[in-house]
């Protein structure tokens, strides 16, 4: 399924023309164990609704940037940069 991304620097884009990076994370403010590291690693809520998600700009101007997104619909709310 394509829709349309709006890159902050670029303007409305294909989808295509984007790498996914991820839901937003926030970072472990601690140094910590094990157990916490592979949960920040590697478990994400992917709830079903509206997420925020890391986005970089693979065919243009190479910007990360944040996306809010409707994963049931894949309407974007808002970009912006982080």
Do not use: I
Not at 16 to 24: A, P, R
């Amino acid at each position: 399924m394509s829709y349309v991304l709006t890159c902050p620097n670029c303007g409305p884009r294909e989808v295509t023309d984007f790498s996914f990076g991820g839901e937003v994370n926030p970072r472990p403010t601690t140094r910590p164990d094990k157990r916490e590291l592979g949960a920040y690693n590697y478990f994400r809520r992917n709830v079903a609704g509206v997420q925020r998600e890391w986005w970089f700009h693979r065919s243009g101007c190479g910007a990360w940037f944040l996306a809010e997104r409707d994963t049931r619909t894949n309407q974007v709310l808002l970009t912006e940069l982080p």
